[in-house]
């Protein structure tokens, strides 16, 4: 078991892009095709910011970004715009993940509710700037709303399912360095 | 990373140039979209077209599934429904027959005045694979593409109505943007008074009337098809009837059945036809250009 933390971190990687797999699959099913009253909440985005803020190392950015740019062009999205966005997101709070460890859910949460407000207020404006047409604002809000009511939902299934705890003060991985 | 953090010296400035990399490309594909539209979406069609069928053999049989469990719950109110479908049977009987009636006589009134119409609307039928996946983009996905012929701009119904016209087409997959989608604008007429109007999608399920000409004229419960306007669409394609919305404007609500749309019809509709020439001279093969010219002049 000398090898364990390094496949586990593999398999926490392979768990993260199968989790998001799904959650593409599931957008994308045919089950009502009328127009909807609200928005649910954008569950892939949920879920990468829970995955970078509790284990960075098993959402690499390579992934982010080519999983944001299949969403993109699938939903029928500008191809790549929230794809840089998200990506410009998630390593900020990379880099933040450190001192996001140390703080409280409710810390935690307000931190990843800026940075959703931020990613959905900034993918509106560069698209008013470069005027392309635009998805009804109502809805908009509404599901940016949900996406940050719903993200210790999200949080909490990641830690009891999904076993994507924050590493503890101190733990190290084989090669002994620090987590 | 944070694992990373021994290492930093030489790799967190690689990383950082990784991503800066990562961000650029991505923002440029947005830039080279937003300037080169047709191109990139022809490219977002080719994926679409190599990764949705792939996803096929999961997507049915869950789809299937859903829609069991949904028909499930609904089986409580099963012998409710089973009257009230009774009492409709009964007066669709009436209809039917008043129907057949009708289908006679114009039958016999299309021949005694001998008139053709347009045979040419023959369709193809696909089968919805997915949605738009988000909520503020009224689209599904057929799984017939170029190789069964289908060209953009053809007209889609389901069984009973008009539900939209093909926008995109893989080799593969079509996409077909839905009247409820906020991009789609049709041309229409409301029937028994003959008003033009363009039916305008907004995201919601009844779309409203725009342009109409004269409000008076129309009343709720109106029918309305396509106009064949603009040579867009045939003309004569039921879309539904005329409502009046909770914001007293008038809307539409559709024929189709959008709560389940399942398998589409394609219509292989042709443009019409158009007469651009004003008419010209009559003349003799023959006759030179140079005469023609002087003949002009005087008249």
Known sequence: MVEAPTSRVWVGRLIFLAIALVLIFARLLPLDTRPPIWAAPDWLLAATLAWVVRRPDYAPVFVIAGLFLLTDILFQRPPGLVAALVVILTEMLRARALSIRDMPLALEWGWVATGIIGVTLLDRLVQTVVMTPQAPLGLTLIQMIMTIIFYPLVVAIAHFIFGVTRPALGQVDNRGHRL | ?299
């Open chain 2, 1 to 299: 990373m944070a694992q990373n953090r021994d290492k930093e010296d030489y790799f967190g400035p690689i990383r950082r140039l990784l991503v800066g990399l990562i961000v650029f490309a991505l923002l440029g594909v947005f830039l080279i979209w937003r300037i080169d539209s047709p191109r990139v979406e022809r490219f977002r069609l080719a994926v679409i077209d190599r990764v949705v069928p792939s996803f096929d053999w999961a997507m049915a049989p869950v789809t299937g599934l859903v829609n069991l469990v949904g028909d499930f719950q609904s089986y409580q109110q099963l012998a409710a429904q089973n009257g009230d479908l009774r009492r409709e049977l009964q007066q669709m009987k009436a209809w039917k027959e008043a129907a057949l009636q009708l289908e006679q006589e114009n039958a016999k009134l299309l021949d005694l005045n001998n008139v053709r119409l347009d045979a040419k609307l023959t369709y193809v039928t696909g089968v919805v694979m997915t949605d738009s996946g988000s909520p503020f983009r009224q689209s599904v996905l057929l799984n017939v593409g170029a190789r069964d012929g289908i060209v953009d701009g053809w007209p889609t119904m389901d069984g009973i109505g008009l539900v939209g016209r093909i926008s995109g087409v893989g080799d593969k997959t079509a996409r077909v943007i839905l009247l409820t989608d906020t991009s789609s604008r049709i041309p229409i007429t409301i029937q028994p008074s003959g008003q033009r109007a363009i039916l305008g999608g907004d995201n919601t399920l009844n779309p409203p009337i725009e342009f109409l000409e004269n409000a008076d004229l129309v009343r709720p419960g109106d029918r309305v098809v396509t106009s064949g306007d603009g040579g867009v669409f045939p003309a004569d394609l039921l879309v539904g009837q005329v409502a009046l919305g909770n914001d007293r404007r008038m809307r539409v609500r559709l024929s189709a059945d959008y709560e389940r749309l399942e398998f589409l019809r394609v219509l292989r509709s042709r443009p019409h036809e158009d007469i651009f020439d004003p008419g010209s001279l009559l003349a003799p093969q023959d006759t030179p250009a140079a005469d023609l010219a002087v003949i002009e002049a005087d008249g």
